[in-house]
């Protein structure tokens, strides 16, 4: 059966859907996945298998029920047919089964089994970020004090006539009714001081949509190629659905996670293309980070150097944006870089020019800490004069996780590193001297506690020089060979956390 096919079978059965039940049972499934604790309301069937199973997302995942979301959107009606409906098992398993066999035909036809170790980055993607940026503390104190500077205030208030506390207000406020329940009434009855229902309206304005304007964006959206289940999707940036059911306007939100992802790191879309945007979203992002290495490196065997400019002749240069030294004996050259991966570099690959301009970023960054270790090297760091037996590490730090695990990500990686150490007249020797390490902030907040604990020459060179863990995420290195019998920290911010959300709805 063709790609073409296939789609037209998972097409015909949601074309039998009402959309206001199927948003209903996705919600409802899509909670129970993400939310601890959540029951399942008595009119949602649910088969065994997937409340006994150890990992309920090989059976029904997240980014499926998303895909499902996009396609009731699109292509259900206003009330069911047939007795069609979600809340029944065996018609969510049979459209399930059904985009199952449609990426099948895609998979084969495009062969992408030849190129697995992209495929499995890929899934990467689409997959782990439901388990890492679910609705919690962490992300949300992270984003808010990286947004929560004066002037991408002012930016964020241009781009959506809301200051990011109105933002944050606003959107944990509609949050709290969908952990509770799928929809709410357009006009909310809530009375918060400072803010009026014309609040409420400018923050719908750029996280929602009537149902049949955001059906046409879906519908010029799709596409069934290689990038099918992987495309970023209207859906994440207007996750909240207008509808009208008897004479009343309100608002579904399928799938909750999407909403809190809009007005943390969604953010970042509604703002990137303001000038000056990039340039203090990236200083913010520094701090940031040093807040995190202050926060977790309270050893007195252990100092936090933060960057510092320098001059070589007539030209003005900065350090690395903080040093994490260890005496004489070691020190960690830590970059901040905001650079993400694009959504062409997770969705495609057929065509690997994105991802391959993606990647030469990064190693343009790596290199550029090498690059520093020369002036280092020479004397010229005023913060760290240079000490002939310390061992020197380089670290670079992203914003998002780019998932450098397996073999394939990191050999194209290490390629592009190498050929711009050449053009730098850079002995590739410094490689191994010296390996370099690639962090997300996620990583960061886990890792540091290990920068604080164990040595740092055992910790890097413990991880690069092991051809299994070499593979593995820095941050589940640490925990898996220096983690054993380490009592749990204080979360990151909890005080700033709990002092921004304590007020929230007074």
């Known amino acids: 059966m063709s790609r073409d096919e296939q789609y037209r079978k998972v097409k015909a059965v949601v074309r039998q859907l009402g959309c206001r039940d199927s948003l209903y049972a996705i919600w409802a499934y899509s909670q129970w996945l993400q939310v601890d604790g959540f029951q399942f309301p008595d009119d949602i069937q649910v088969h065994r298998s997937l409340i006994d199973a150890q990992i309920p997302q090989a059976i029904l995942s997240e980014f499926t029920l998303e895909q499902i979301a996009r396609e009731a959107i699109r292509h259900s009606d206003i009330i069911p047919r047939r007795g069609r409906t979600l809340r029944q098992w065996d018609t969510l398993a049979n459209i399930v089964n059904g985009i199952r066999e449609l990426e099948g035909e895609i998979y084969a036809e495009f062969q992408i089994g030849k190129r697995i170790h992209l495929e499995l980055m890929r899934i990467a993607h689409r997959q782990f970020v439901w388990q890492q940026f679910r609705f919690h503390q962490v992300p949300a104190i992270r984003y808010y004090k990286l947004f929560n500077t004066p002037l991408i205030d002012s930016y964020a208030q241009a781009a959506t006539g809301l200051s990011l506390k109105e933002i944050y207000t606003i959107g944990m406020c509609y949050l709290g009714h969908f952990l509770e329940s799928p929809r709410v009434t357009r006009i909310l009855d809530v009375r918060i001081p400072g803010l009026t229902q014309g609040h409420f309206e400018r923050f719908l304005a750029f996280t929602s949509l009537p149902r049949n304007v955001l059906a046409e964006h879906l519908r010029a959206e799709h596409s069934l190629d290689e990038g099918f289940g992987y495309r970023y999707s209207s859906l994440r940036e207007f996750p909240m659905v207008g509808l009208s059911h008897l004479g009343r306007d309100e608002l579904a939100c399928p799938i909750p996670t999407l909403l809190f992802w809009r007005i943390t790191t969604g953010l970042y879309y509604s703002l990137k293309d303001i000038d000056g945007f990039f340039t203090e979203f990236g200083s913010s992002f520094q701090r940031y980070v040093g807040e995190v290495l202050g926060a977790r490196i309270t050893s007195v065997e252990r100092k936090i150097l933060p960057e510092e400019e320098y001059s070589i002749g007539k030209n003005r240069k900065h350090t690395v944006d903080w040093i994490v030294q260890q005496g004489g004996d070691a020190a960690l050259f830590i970059e901040c870089k905001t650079k993400r991966m694009t959504w062409a570099s997770k969705a495609e690959i057929a065509d690997l020019d994105a991802l391959n301009k993606d990647l030469d970023a990064l190693a343009a960054a790596v290199v550029q800490v090498y690059k520093t270790i020369v002036d280092y090297r020479a004397g010229s760091y005023p913060q760290l004069p240079f000490a002939r037996g310390r061992q ?84 589940s290195y640490c925990s898996e060979v220096h983690g054993k019998n380490r009592s749990a920290l204080p979360q990151l911010f909890e005080e700033e956390h709990n002092a921004l959300f304590a007020n929230l709805g007074r």
Do not use: C
């Open 392 to 475: 020197v590490f380089p670290m670079v730090v992203t914003l998002e996780d780019w998932y450098f695990f397996g073999s394939e990500m990191p050999a194209r990686l290490d390629a592009l590193v190498r050929t711009r150490m050449a053009a730098a007249e850079l002995s590739d020797a410094w490689l191994d001297e010296m390996p370099y390490s690639i962090l997300s902030v996620h990583e960061l907040e886990r890792a540091t506690r290990y920068f604080n604990e164990v040595d740092l020459t055992t910790l890097v060179l413990g991880r690069a020089r092991n051809k299994e863990y070499s593979r593995w995420g820095f941050a």
